[in-house]
């Protein structure tokens, strides 16, 4: 309980919610673009072991930050009101589609490197869908906030869920 205390003191008082989004989608931009553009540095490399190290670590990168992304949206659970930042976090959804659709195609071909590819994949589809919520202000205002316990909070099972739901419709 004191660490989920501690928490939401760190968030509330050091973190702005707009600033952290803002700060962050540069950031993550360019580790899902680095993620994107990865095949072919990946195709090129003539050093196995150096190559798979450097592709796991950012497979790693990107899914931390897709998931610290997550975790400070759900925490706050506002729209964006500043249409400055919902071009942001819209611009940012356009990435993650791509990085989604690398990743799928990346699951199928690549059995070596599937477990970092599906934390990819499944980290992306649930930023992306947060990221939408807090952009429709008629949905936030319907649905309300995700009744999420945070504490636990696992980004994959999350992803799976929203994949479930779109197959269910």
């Given at each position: 309980?004191?660490?989920?205390?501690?928490?939401?003191?760190?968030?509330?008082?050091?973190v702005s919610f707009a600033l952290a989004g803002?700060?962050?989608?540069?950031?993550?931009?360019?580790?899902?673009?680095?993620?994107?553009?990865?095949?072919?540095?990946?195709?090129?490399?003539?050093?196995?072991?150096?190559?798979?190290?450097?592709?796991?670590?950012?497979?790693?990168?990107?899914?931390?930050?897709?998931?610290?992304?997550?975790?400070?949206?759900?925490?706050?659970?506002?729209?964006?009101?500043?249409?400055?930042?919902?071009?942001?976090?819209?611009?940012h959804i356009k990435i993650l589609q791509q990085?989604?659709?690398?990743?799928?195609?990346?699951?199928?071909?690549?059995?070596?490197?599937?477990?970092?590819?599906?934390?990819?994949?499944?980290?992306?589809?649930?930023?992306?869908?947060?990221?939408?919520?807090?952009?429709?202000?008629r949905f936030m205002c319907i649905v309300g906030?995700?009744?999420?316990?945070?504490?636990?909070?696992?980004?994959?099972?999350?992803?799976?869920?929203?994949?479930?739901?779109?197959?269910?419709?």
């Amino acid at each position: 309980m004191a660490t989920q205390e501690s928490v939401s003191k760190l968030i509330n008082t050091s973190v702005s919610f707009a600033l952290a989004g803002v700060l962050m989608f540069s950031g993550a931009s360019e580790l899902n673009t680095d993620y994107i553009e990865s095949n072919a540095e990946f195709n090129k490399h003539t050093q196995i072991q150096q190559k798979d190290a450097n592709y796991i670590r950012l497979c790693n990168k990107v899914y931390e930050a897709n998931f610290l992304l997550s975790y400070t949206f759900l925490y706050k659970q506002e729209y964006l009101s500043k249409l400055s930042e919902r071009q942001k976090a819209k611009k940012h959804i356009k990435i993650l589609q791509q990085v989604i659709s690398e990743a799928k195609k990346r699951i199928e071909i690549d059995n070596i490197h599937k477990e970092h590819n599906e934390k990819v994949f499944y980290s992306s589809i649930a930023l992306k869908n947060i990221l939408e919520e807090v952009c429709d202000e008629r949905f936030m205002c319907i649905v309300g906030p995700d009744n999420i316990d945070l504490e636990h909070f696992d980004i994959i099972a999350y992803a799976k869920g929203i994949l479930k739901a779109e197959n269910e419709i």
